[in-house]
């Protein structure tokens, strides 16, 4: 899967489109927060066991780790032909497009070894305990304790929040604070927490859509072994930062907004159709879609040529989010309110809110863009010692 020419690519696509109208009745639908029910997670968890036979998880990663050695251009096409056909990626998208990756840049080979086979095809599955009810935006800010123990293990106190799918997950990896007595963000390491360690405990919290797809996990004197750190005491930034400029690359193809052409079928087939105010919304919404359209081609092209995506991707995930809320809010407004009840329209209105503040909330995002991309004076910054 090496070459990345487009004869190449074109192949590729046409093996996955084949690949697809044999398998595609395996996968669940493709939906923004993930369904509760053990049978819904178990399905789509054997989703992404299939993908990862196949060569359609983890495509960048080494074939030594169970990778495909491909290119970003075939893991884009990839995203693009299971989005057009309604269909779901992977199960534990934060285990594949974040710690997975982190863990082959960062940690030891035995690391690697043990953790991202069973990863890739979702036998375990990672959550990311980063945030705390003191540290989102500001995460350097994180007070969650690790404290080293004579025989060379650590002993954890804190807790977590918005960690979403830690009831499913094997594993946490885990941003804590090993060091107060220098600037915070030089205190913290990076840990893998068991989630069944002794002093675990997952407490889902319950969003306006129904689900709990996140939840609290406090730890209370959490034992873990030696070997757990990623990376050394102290660069546990240096890993965060990998990390979310891993989550940058999967953010910055866009490739998750609502899709246009089943907004304008659902207003076609509402009584509204010919109502002023529902097309001229309808042509605002659909001109944000289409702008956002060929601003994530721009940056699928740059993610083929092996470019990071800068913080200028952030624009896409605000417009992603803002343009699919509208959308939404259209939908169900055209279909009245039986769509609030039980509508993937319905359901979506009320999960994207959330989705704005996920990965790096819109303010955050506009802040950097200011600052990074149009060269604006820097906002005030918070005080760079531990508290
Ligand atoms: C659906 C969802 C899933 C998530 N999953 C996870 C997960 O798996 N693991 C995990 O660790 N975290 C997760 N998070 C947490 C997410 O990363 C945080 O919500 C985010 O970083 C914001 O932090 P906060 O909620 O503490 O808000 P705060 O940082 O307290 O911000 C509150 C408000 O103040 C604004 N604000 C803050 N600082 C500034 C500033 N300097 N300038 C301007 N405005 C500012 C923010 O934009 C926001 O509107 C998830 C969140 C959501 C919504």
């Known amino acids: 899967m090496s070459s990345s020419g487009p004869e190449n690519l074109d192949a590729f696509r046409a093996q996955l489109r084949d690949w697809l109208d044999a398998n595609a009745e395996h996968a669940p639908r493709r939906q923004v927060l993930a369904p509760q029910d053990d049978a819904a997670v178990g399905r789509w968890r054997g989703w992404q066991a299939r993908l990862a036979d196949a060569g359609y998880a983890g495509i960048t990663w080494p074939g030594a780790y169970g990778g495909s050695d491909g290119t970003p251009a075939q893991r884009v096409a990839v995203e693009q032909e299971l989005t057009a056909r309604g269909l779901s990626g992977v ?197 944000e879609l289409l702008a956002l359209r060929h601003t994530s081609e721009r940056v699928v092209e740059e993610i083929a040529e092996g470019h990071v995506p800068g913080p200028e991707a952030g624009l896409i995930k605000i417009t992603s989010v803002t343009a699919s809320l509208a959308a939404c809010r259209l939908a169900v407004d055209v279909a009245g309110p039986e769509a609030l009840v039980d509508d993937e329209w319905g359901h979506q209105v009320s999960a994207l809110p959330g989705v704005r503040s996920a990965g790096g909330t819109e303010e955050i995002l506009r802040n950097l863009i200011g600052e990074r991309v149009l060269g604006l004076p820097p906002e005030p910054r918070v005080p760079t010692k531990a508290a």
């Open 91 to 287: 199960f534990d998208f934060i285990g594949i497009e974040m710690v997975g990756p982190t863990i082959l840049v960062h940690g030891t080979e035995e690391q690697r070894d043990r953790y991202v086979h069973p990863l890739l095809r979702g036998d375990e599955t990672w959550c990311q305990l980063l945030s705390e009810p003191g540290a989102g935006s500001d995460l350097a800010a994180v007070q969650s304790r690790a404290r080293l123990q004579d025989d060379g293990s650590w002993v954890v106190n804190g807790q977590k929040v918005w960690t979403s799918f830690a009831q499913h997950a094997a594993f946490g990896i885990l941003l804590a604070r090993t060091d107060t007595e220098v600037a915070k963000h030089k205190g913290l390491s990076m840990f893998v927490v068991p989630m069944d360690a002794e002093g675990v405990t997952i407490r889902p919290l319950r969003q306006i859509t129904g689900d709990a797809e996140f939840n609290e996990v406090f730890l209370d004197d959490v034992r873990l072994a030696r070997d757990s750190i990623i990376g050394a005491p102290g660069e546990g930034w240096r890993v965060a930062l990998t990390m979310l400029g891993f989550e940058r690359v999967g953010v910055g193809s866009g490739l998750h907004a609502t899709p246009l052409d089943r907004l304008v079928a659902a207003v076609h087939a509402s009584e509204d159709r010919d109502d002023a105010g529902v097309r001229v919304r309808l042509g605002q919404v659909a001109s």
